[in-house]
């Protein structure tokens, strides 16, 4: 994937599982037992979220990226 989209993951207490969203894709998120496999989970789902919007000609947010302060 050459998209820098920002993904952030986190442990969920509530779903016991590592929680993996990619902030700029709106509704797209996955879960893993490890946060390897949360990580996985979600560039996967993120892949499918990017191919479905082309499909479907929903436009495609910007990556945000990471940006360094001055």
Not at 44 to 62: R, S, V, Y
Request: proline content about 4%; aromatic content about 12%; hydrophobic content about 35%.
């Amino acid at each position: 994937m050459k998209e820098k989209y920002t993904i952030t993951i986190f442990w969920s207490d509530e779903d016991n599982a590592y929680i993996g969203v990619a902030e700029e894709l709106k509704g797209c998120s996955a879960w893993g037992d490890t946060y390897e496999d949360a990580l996985k989970e979600v560039k996967q789902a993120m892949e499918l979220w990017l191919e479905t919007a082309k499909q479907e000609g929903f436009p495609i947010p910007e990556p945000k990226g990471h940006r360094r302060a001055a």
